[in-house]
């Protein structure tokens, strides 16, 4: 595979993955129902927050 | 003719006292029995004949630690209780079910039940844990003190249970009053009394060897105004010194191992794209992050072992005292106790306020309690500043910088609450009652999970969303690239490098780099993305000999004293933090408090830090 597409191939999916991440909850809704929530303040990485596991 | 009336029951008790064990062992119904806190929150109703041959019908009522109701379920409990829940009877008797393991706590429920004065039954269940633990309750006396009957029961295996219907049968069902109660909420001093009539009945009937021994020596000490206070700080000291003594040879082992896999990737990959990204993308961005996992784990290893002790508690009940006095209620400590951790299970937290002005206030300052995301960049500026050998009174002086950096943001989210609540709003804050649970030793398997989770959602933010940020950051520090014959750092001409230059005007009189400039721009997904950005942006610079150097003595070379405390004091208390905004809004359901939020932190953030860097300036030059 060319060097330049492979790069620019993880480039373009760290750019969803961290727009997904940020994607207010009733959005991320709407595009994938069952996707289930991350944590539900988006950025934080936990998918426990009131269990106040964040970090 | 109409049906005849078949008395109800209510069950009553606090969370976890063995209701729905009572309950299923009465009605024979097949409903779970858990051990989670608030497991009863429906309606649960089932029937049982007595030994006397009387129908009586029983109403399993969510758990309780009073009547005053705070949430729904509890409002329940008290409605149904007082007579004042549609669509359902008075109650003609009331079972209380008490914990006798923690006689304390529901003593004041059952002075409080007695108040509305139904027939009732104090039903004292796990009184075989009791007496395992080697305490002993004087039931007869208890019954005498409180002047309704005390049944022992073991609710889980049945025992008891005859004598408890035997009880029943005993009350004066059908003279009971059918009408609602006219109950109001007692006043702060009524509270005081009930607590002090609990006291005294629970020091006339019962001993448990843990209050006479261990708790009572060790409270006398640790509650003590002075001595508390003293021991509080000493406990704080002692785990930031050891957050960077302990710390030490796990992080040079992985420092190295970073450093190692940097050069070996570099050797093995031809020079290209796909090199730069993993060498100065990720592993210097990751690697740079990754690093302060050691101290992630002494640090939450020390929160579980006090959180498991029982000495949280007391830390909450010495830090009321003191947020008292700046107008925060004392149900803010654990809110304010979690952003130890991440701001956002703080603000979330802060639902347990019921005062609007209380909760907002307790959120707009929960963001300065030093999160576990600031402690990298905290750690990474001390240790290139601070020396290592440095004393002040046999204390190491970078430790120390480190309590004064959480003593800062303490100490500002104190006079942020004064100025808020006394100032502007001008409340006082309501009472506060808080249950200390007895001393106990830490769980090792208890504790080892919890650092085990704490580790997992590190080392998951380091893998996830901190090395795409880190990938993103390598492409805009990257490109677009210089031009043929251009001198200097290729950096420079990259979408980072000229956002950096361009917002640097802004910064430079607070003493920040362009570099610095761009590393805050990551930061607000997650703070301690900085020191990964700064890793990325200075491998990106460097040229050289430079170009494998750890990120430490480059910054110590590069940036002066001034800067660097100006650094610092930004992340006490600049907004850096998107998903702490959106939070805020989501709790507030109002976009004025997130505004509010990151307008005074801002504020703040820069005047501190332009009075630091201009301070330090005008005495190192």
Redo the contacts between chains.
């Keep these: 595979m060319n060097e330049t597409v492979l790069v620019f191939g993880v480039v373009l999916g760290a750019a969803a993955f961290v727009l997904w991440r940020f994607l207010p909850a009733n959005l991320k809704a709407r595009i994938a129902p069952n996707a289930g929530s991350s944590c539900s303040s988006g950025g934080c990485g936990s998918k426990d927050c009131d269990g106040g596991s964040c970090h | 003719m109409s049906a005849p009336h078949v008395p109800e029951i209510a069950l009553v008790g606090c969370p976890n006292a063995g209701k729905t064990a009572l309950f299923n062992q009465l009605t024979g119904s097949r409903q779970k029995v858990a051990n989670y806190a608030g497991v009863t929150v429906e309606r649960k109703e089932g029937a049982f004949v007595t030994p006397a041959g009387r129908s009586v019908k029983v109403l399993d009522l969510p758990g309780t630690y009073s009547l005053r109701g705070r949430s729904p379920d509890e409002i329940v409990t008290r409605d149904v209780v007082l007579g004042r829940q549609k669509g359902e009877d008075v109650p003609d008797a009331v079972v209380c079910v008490a914990d006798a393991t923690n006689l304390r706590i529901v003593l004041r429920l059952v002075i409080e039940l007695m108040s509305v004065g139904r027939p009732m039954v104090l039903a004292l269940n796990m009184m075989d844990v009791v007496e395992k633990q080697g305490g002993r309750i004087d039931v007869g006396k208890l019954s005498a003190e409180l002047g309704i009957p005390v049944v022992p029961i073991v609710a889980i295996r049945k025992g008891g249970i005859s004598e408890l219907l035997a009880a029943i049968d005993r009350l004066p069902l059908e003279a009971a009053d059918p009408s609602p109660h006219g109950w109001r909420e007692p006043t702060a001093e009524e509270i005081r009394a009930t607590h002090a009539t609990a006291a005294r009945i629970l020091k006339a009937c019962s001993f448990h060897p843990g209050d006479e021994k261990l708790t009572r020596k060790l409270d006398a000490v640790l509650l003590h105004p002075v001595w508390g206070v003293l021991v509080l700080l000493a406990v704080l000291f002692l785990m930031f010194q050891a957050v960077f003594t302990w710390a030490k040879p796990a992080m040079e082992l992985i420092q190295a191992t970073i450093e190692m896999v940097g050069v070996f990737v570099g050797a093995s990959l031809p020079e ?3 090199k730069s ?1 993993l060498v100065d993308g990720v592993i210097a961005g990751v690697g740079a992050v990754l690093v302060f996992l050691p101290q ?1 784990v002494i640090l939450f290893f020390f929160i579980i072992l006090l959180e498991d002790f029982g000495y949280m508690a007391r830390a909450a009940f010495l830090m009321d005292r003191l947020m008292a006095g700046t107008g925060l209620h004392g149900r803010a400590f654990i809110p304010l106790l ?1 952003s130890f ?2 701001a ?2 703080g603000i ?2 802060a639902r347990v306020i019921e005062n609007r002005r209380d909760r907002i206030a307790t959120i707009l300052v929960a963001p300065l309690m030093t ?3 600031r402690l990298p960049v905290y750690t990474l500026i001390i240790a290139a500043f601070v020396p290592e050998d440095a004393e002040v009174w046999g204390f190491g002086l970078q430790g120390l910088t480190m309590f004064g950096l959480f003593a800062t943001g303490i100490v500002s989210a104190l006079l942020v609450a004064f100025v808020l609540k006394k100032l502007v709003w001008k409340e006082e804050p309501e009472p506060f009652i808080m249950e200390l649970p007895d001393y106990k030793w830490p769980a090792p398997k208890n504790v080892a999970i919890g650092l085990w ?2 580790a997992g ?2 080392l ?2 380091a893998g ?2 901190i ?3 880190m ?2 950051i390598w ?1 805009l520090s990257t490109f677009p690239a210089p031009p043929e014959g251009a001198a200097g750092p290729a950096i420079d001409w990259s979408f980072a490098g000229r956002l950096g230059h361009f917002l640097e005007p802004i910064f430079r009189p607070i003493g920040f780099t362009w570099q610095i400039v761009v590393a805050l721009i990551p930061g607000m ?2 703070r301690e993305v900085a020191v990964g950005a700064l890793g990325t942006i200075y491998a990106l610079s460097s040229t050289g000999d430079e170009m494998h150097e750890a990120l430490k003595p480059i910054l110590s070379q590069q940036w002066p004293l001034s800067t660097a405390l100006s650094f610092l004091v930004w992340y006490v208390f600049a907004p850096q ?4 905004i ?2 805020i809004k ?1 709790e507030t359901n109002s976009w004025v408090w997130p505004a509010v939020h990151f307008g005074y932190m801002f504020v703040l953030a820069y005047a501190a830090s332009f009075a630091t860097y201009h301070v330090v300036e005008a005495l190192t030059r």
Excluded: E, K, Y
């Design positions: 290209g794209l796909l990204l992630i979690s951790a991440c956002i299970p979330m937290a999160c576990s995301a989770i704490r959602a590190f998951r933010r996830t969303i090395l795409a940020i990938i993103l492409f997904a997650a933090c998107a998903s702490t959106a939070v989501r």
